[in-house]
């Protein structure tokens, strides 16, 4: 990139991921002896902020930890990848969310998440870190923090005339006024279908999710690559086949490389090809932001397949 750093705003979770890998996930009933066992900095929002960061965006976090080791930890590892931490709260009422994850011998993951603090943002400290938004480019939020902070910052975005982007997980219902909200839509297809109410192909999904406001809606498809509708015009980005160690930030480095790559202002085929290589190269390492790739991890894994 040349020039300026683009700001990009992430409001969103921030989680300590307790990791156990597993031969193979339990029954249930079943007690399983797990192998070996990691601490590592995660939450959606966390995730995607490092993961623009260090892909060459200025990024400004919002969310909320609690006022304990592992909150001070997360709030120590965003500084640590130049993300802008100042306006992420600290509650003494509610403890850091945490995330507990199995990992099986093929990567593929479990997650339950305990939200802890997160689930105590609200609208009202969106509204008064406004000034957050200035110069932004572009906003990122997802749904592990409560829906009207979520819209609240939707709202401040496109205020600031910034390109406002929602990543619809964890799955839930969601109004055509919230989707409206914003711009770009990023889903994978189980999530997709939910949000439409019914099953189809992802590009039928994209269209009718297209119609409720979104001006882009772009579904994640796994091994099948990605699909992205912008207005109207349908664009697909073919899989990167790499040796898949821990799927756990994938999505993750797919909507943070998305952002930074909106914000750059690069056309969308480059956006999906960068965003899509991001979530491979995430797959091939241990751990949510330790397998976020830098700009150059991500320059040189393209450079012969692009």
Known sequence: ?????????????LNMDLVVRVERFPEPGETLLGGGFATFPGGKGANQAVAAARLGANVRMLGRVGDDAYGRELVAGLRRDDVDASRVSSSSAAPTGVAVITVDAHGENHIVVAAGANATLDARAIE???AAFEGARVFVAQLETPLDAVLAGARAARAAGAVAILNAAPAQELSADALAAFDVLVVNQSEAARLAGRRADPETLARELARRGPRAVVITLGAAGALALVDGRVERRAAFDVPVRDATAAGDAFVGALACSLAERVSWPTALARASAAGALACTRAGAQ??????????DFLTPRV
């Open 1 to 13: 990139m040349n020039g300026e750093r683009p700001t990009v705003v992430v409001l969103g979770s």
């Open 290 to 299: 330790p397998s976020l790739p830098n700009a150059v991890e991500l320059r």
């Open 128 to 130: 008064s870190a406004s």
